[in-house]
């Protein structure tokens, strides 16, 4: 049973940046897409970035592209987010997420989901 585990998470200002890390654990998660989704306050969870197992391509969502990047360790087996010139409107809880399908933007998609991990972004 894979076991997902977020970590990094925590309180900036804007502008400020974050790293998020999720550690898997109990499965060869090398050949899987990765993916990161968020939920905001009264908000559904909605896809942030999405990186595929062997080849290294990613998509992202239209609002953190350009600020948000996600890569992989695969010998490490823990999926990142470096997030920068974060915004109030990043505030949310981050969610990694283990899926069978590349690009899944949806989260039906995913498999095995994290704890997910508090960012606040204040003005």
């Known amino acids: 049973q894979v076991q997902l585990v977020e970590s990094g998470g925590g309180s900036v200002q804007t502008g400020g940046s974050l790293r998020l890390s999720c550690l898997s654990s109990?499965?060869?998660?090398?050949?899987?897409?990765m993916a990161w989704f968020r939920r905001a306050p009264g908000m559904e969870r909605q896809f942030v970035a999405v990186?595929?197992?062997?080849?290294?391509?990613?998509h992202y969502a239209d609002s953190v592209r350009g600020r948000f990047s996600i890569s992989r360790s695969n010998a490490k087996n823990t999926l990142y987010l470096q997030m920068n010139s974060l915004k109030p409107e990043d505030t949310a809880i981050y969610y990694c997420?283990?899926?069978?399908?590349?690009?899944?933007?949806?989260?039906?998609?995913?498999?095995?989901w994290g704890q997910g991990a508090q960012v606040t972004v204040s003005s």
């Open positions: 997420a283990l899926g069978s399908y590349y690009p899944g933007f949806r989260e039906d998609q995913y498999d095995s």
């Open positions: 109990g499965f060869n998660t090398t050949y899987y897409p």
């Open positions: 990186i595929s197992g062997n080849t290294y391509s990613a």
